[in-house]
């Protein structure tokens, strides 16, 4: 299995508070990605890092926030959680992010986050 | 809370059958595709690649066939097992992003 790391696993917490999701990889792989799960939708992308301190938007990416301070931890913070965010949070790494030298993205086990 | 798995297509094999897990994609820039499996609770985990300038390449059990034509992609499990009950997900790179584009999944039931 990638070495990767999810913390918490599981949160509950209320609506306006901020939340901060954190992913460990052990892998020193160049991209890091956060998507969420929800049923009917698969995964989206929210943003995703393709260096250290280089960070880009995905497709839902309206209210969180990322950082990467070095290669190993991506973290993703909801400013102020709304219920719409409760969901499944995966975060997933890859070596390469395109071109020619595609590589596979392996995935964490997952955030289960509840926002009352 | 509610699993991933509702709301899915579901194919129902029996133990030892061969199963096909289907995909259509929609960009013809795409250059790169992937096969996912995800059981309960657990992050996506790889199966299979394949890059476009390949029909067809075989792993262990499974073999992804790429339709460039008319944009398909196929997962074929050989003898498939109760161990293969999960959701599969095929995702897609277009050429020069970094980027995937999922599909939302097919569940895969094995009875034995």
């Known amino acids: 299995d990638a070495g990767i790391t999810q913390s918490p696993r599981h949160k509950v917490t209320e609506t306006g508070t901020p939340v901060t999701l954190r992913c460990h990889q052990t892998?020193?792989?160049?991209?890091m990605y956060w998507y969420r799960q929800d049923p009917g939708h698969g995964l989206r992308l929210i943003h995703y890092s393709y260096g250290v301190k280089d960070t880009d938007k995905g497709e839902v990416s309206d209210g969180y926030s990322v950082s990467r301070s070095k290669t190993e931890d991506f973290l993703l913070t909801l400013e102020s959680a709304t219920s719409s965010q409760t969901s499944v949070y995966f975060c997933?790494?890859?070596?390469?992010?395109?071109?020619?030298?595609?590589?596979?993205?392996?995935f964490g086990d997952g955030t289960r986050l509840s926002i009352l | 809370g509610e699993s991933v798995g509702l709301h899915l297509p579901t194919l129902s094999v029996q133990e030892g059958d061969n199963s096909i897990i289907n995909c259509a994609y929609s960009n013809s820039a795409s250059d790169y595709f992937i096969w996912y499996k995800q059981e309960s609770g657990k992050g996506p985990q790889f199966i299979i690649d394949?890059?476009?300038?390949?029909d067809k390449r075989q792993g262990q059990r499974v073999t992804v066939l790429l339709n460039k034509t008319v944009k398909h992609l196929s997962l074929q499990i050989a003898a498939t097992q109760p161990g293969d009950s999960a959701v599969y997900f095929c995702a897609e790179n277009i050429g020069g992003y970094s980027t995937l584009t999922f599909g939302k999944g097919t569940m895969l039931l094995v009875s034995p």
């Open positions: 394949i890059r476009s300038n390949m």
């Open positions: 892998e020193n792989h160049r991209y």
């Open positions: 997933a790494i890859s070596e390469s992010g395109g071109g020619i030298s595609n590589q596979p993205q392996h």
